[in-house]
């Protein structure tokens, strides 16, 4: 498995580093439709992520507390962390 997932969910560019991320799973209870727990209590997309709001992704990256988790503008700027 590679070490960091990476999706676009609408204009937003969406990482998920699987070395920082530790399973405390505040991400999902923020955003269920977009995250859930692979075998290994890691964070992962779920398949139908793209379909949540942008808003609730984005505040659902800043719940993570060792920051796994980053949000990218279409430009390239960071938005989380």
Request: hydrophobic share 45%; charged share 30%; net charge negative.
């Amino acid at each position: 498995m590679i070490d960091v997932e990476e999706r676009k969910l609408g204009e937003l560019t969406i990482r998920i580093d699987r070395l920082l991320c530790v399973g405390f799973g505040d991400c999902i209870e923020e955003a269920p439709t977009a995250f859930e727990f692979d075998d290994e209590g890691i964070a992962v997309f779920r398949e139908n992520a793209a379909a949540t709001e942008p808003g609730i992704v984005i505040e659902a990256c800043r719940s993570c507390p060792v920051d796994a988790l980053e949000v990218l503008a279409p430009d390239g700027s960071r938005i989380v962390p």
